[in-house]
């Protein structure tokens, strides 16, 4: 999802409610107030995702082949870049709160995720993905409906046999092609979505990522805005600049298996 956050620092309130009991009273008697509790504070940090691009006015007034102004496609192609850079970061950023030579970073899905497990060496059976849906519904009761993976890893759960792997037209204007659905007792419908940052080199096998997405959303402080800068020399530059941080409703609403096969 996405919206706004308020401040470089974006906190929201996560609460526990008690578990289930026998609640009967009898009648007539005086009530029972137990002491209230705080809900806990969490809390993410902005970051400042910016790509800049300078053009000679030699090159602007050349004529060229695809496109009339480069300083308009420079642009263009800065907020592409852009894109991937969160796309990074909403996955995989480390928190950093930032000091006057050191930039802050937000904490990406993969370290707000309270249940991460390592499966080092494990080979990926649907055994042990229907386990990993019961791992979030067990903490949180909240179904996985999105489920992130490397081209490798989806298509191994697209190869599995027991006839719960679906395929529909997708009407989301926000996806492309054709989608995978997932359907088992532990979740009844999840998007298979392939990542390109869920596993990248320097990891060690393979890892996927479910998730509650409801949960989860980019909060935007600033932008996304296309800058012109004023420059002393024969020519132009600009830059993109968003500052944005991840919300993530609550740390149980998904999970990260790690090292896989």
């Not at 706004?4 to 309130?13: H, Q």
């Not at 989608?179 to 990542?195: C, F, G, N, P, T």
Request: charged content about 25%; proline content about 2%.
């Amino acid at each position: 999802g996405r919206g706004e956050v308020k401040s470089y620092v974006e906190e929201w309130l996560k609460d526990t409610i008690g578990a289930a009991k026998v609640n009967a009273y009898v009648e007539g008697v005086a009530g029972c107030y137990p002491a209230a509790t705080n809900p806990a504070r969490i809390s993410n940090y902005t970051q400042i995702f910016r790509h800049g691009y300078q053009i000679s006015g030699t090159e602007e007034s050349t004529d060229k082949a695809g496109f009339n102004s480069r300083f308009d496609y420079e642009s263009q192609k800065a907020m592409t870049t852009i894109k991937i850079d969160m796309e990074l970061a909403v996955l995989r950023g480390s928190l950093a709160s930032g000091t006057g030579s050191a930039a802050r970073q937000l904490r990406g899905i993969k370290n707000s995720l309270s249940l991460a497990t390592s499966r080092s060496g494990t080979s990926l059976s649907e055994a042990i993905l229907n386990d990993l849906f019961q791992l979030q519904w067990d903490n949180s009761t909240t179904e996985t409906d999105t489920l992130l993976a490397g081209m490798y890893m989806k298509r191994k759960i697209s190869g599995f046999t027991s006839g719960s792997t679906k395929f529909t037209e997708v009407t989301d204007k926000r996806l492309i092609g054709i989608v995978s659905i997932y359907e088992s007792d532990a979740a009844k419908r999840v998007d298979l979505v392939a990542h390109r940052y869920v596993t990248i080199s320097t990891d060690t096998n393979y890892d996927v990522v479910g998730i509650a997405k409801s949960f989860f959303k980019v909060g935007y402080l600033r932008g996304p805005v296309v800058k012109v800068n004023p420059v002393d020399i024969d020519g132009k530059s600009g830059e993109v600049l968003v500052e944005a941080t991840l919300v993530n409703k609550h740390h149980d609403c998904g999970f990260w298996a790690q090292l896989m096969l």
